[in-house]
Nanobody, 121 residues
Framework: QVQLVESGGGLVQPGGSLRLSCAAS????????MGWYRQAPGKQRELVATITSGGSTNYADSVKGRFTISRDNAQNTVYLQMNSLKPEDTAVYYC???????????????WGQGTQVTVSS
């Protein structure tokens, strides 16, 4: 069994900051790519940022220069530091991870339950 648990969402004023965390737990052998996605009301889920186990990052154009993704491989945790937040960043944020479990040689993608981020004055 593998779980991804997000935390750190909330209500923030435009221009403010939030830091999201996502911890993976369970019978994990190895984690490869980790990432953050978001889904606003009435819109499709979209990529925000990804990070490989080696630390290479990729960002959506809409968040470049404002958001920073990082990870702690020892803690199986990925973070998303969000600065200069805008109302259009309002969405449910989901983390995901490509994980190989201890009992199998295959890789699977797991998702967290989501955390709400609301940017409003």
């Amino acid at each position: 069994q593998v779980q991804l648990v997000e935390s750190g969402g909330g209500l923030v004023q435009p221009g403010g900051s939030l830091r999201l965390s996502c911890a993976a737990s369970g019978n994990i052998f190895r984690i490869n790519l980790m990432g953050w996605y978001r889904q606003a009301p009435g819109k499709q889920r979209e990529l925000v940022a990804t990070i490989t186990s080696g630390g290479s990052t990729n960002y959506a154009d809409s968040v470049k220069g404002r958001f920073t993704i990082s990870r702690d491989n020892a803690q199986n945790t990925v973070y998303l530091q969000m600065n200069s937040l805008k109302p259009e960043d309002t969405a449910v944020y989901y983390c995901n991870a490509d994980i190989r479990r201890l009992i199998t040689v295959s890789w699977n993608t797991y998702w967290g339950q989501g955390t709400q981020v609301t940017v409003s004055s």
